[in-house]
């Protein structure tokens, strides 16, 4: 089992990318939880929205770990993102996001650099700190010890 983490800001193809790789490599494709989950909401997202999303990557983490298949696995976002998220909105993540990403880590991370232009759609909302999430997204990372690459487009 090889797990990758493909993150970055809003709108820099993190979606193509994963799904790309996957098919590339006959690979798993795991779904960014946190755009159908708002996709579904009729009123705003909260703080225990974002809470909910967490504790399903986590579940989802455990399910693949314990399954422990001989595959890649490419994320579309993961536990990084809705931790800044949490911090960056609301002040606040809580512990178990934290040990839940040492106890389901990632193998290495590809971090989507926003050189793309600014794709609008009903759930993204940042398209003026792309660059301070992608640094904050940087941080994370390298706080982990976590391999990562990042991914520009030209």
Known sequence: M???????????GKTTLAR?????????????????????????????????IARYQVEQMQQIYAAAENRLYFFDTDLI????WL????????????EAMRQYPMDAYLLCY???????????ENPHIREYLFDWYQREIEATGIPYY?????
Do not use: M
Request: hydrophobic share 35%; charged share 30%; net charge negative.
């Open 87 to 98: 911090l960056h909105k609301y002040g606040a993540s809580p512990r178990w996001i934290d």
């Open 20 to 52: 790309y790789l996957s098919q590339r490599y006959d690979g798993i494709y795991i779904e960014e939880y946190a755009r159908a989950y708002v996709e579904r909401l009729d009123r705003p997202y909260t703080q225990d929205d974002v809470l909910a």
């Open 2 to 12: 090889f797990c990758t983490g493909i993150i970055g800001p809003e709108s820099v």
């Open 81 to 84: 993102i809705t931790k800044v």
């Open 150 to 154: 990042i991914v520009r487009h030209e």
């Open 114 to 124: 926003p050189d793309l232009n600014w794709q609008p759609d009903s759930v993204r």
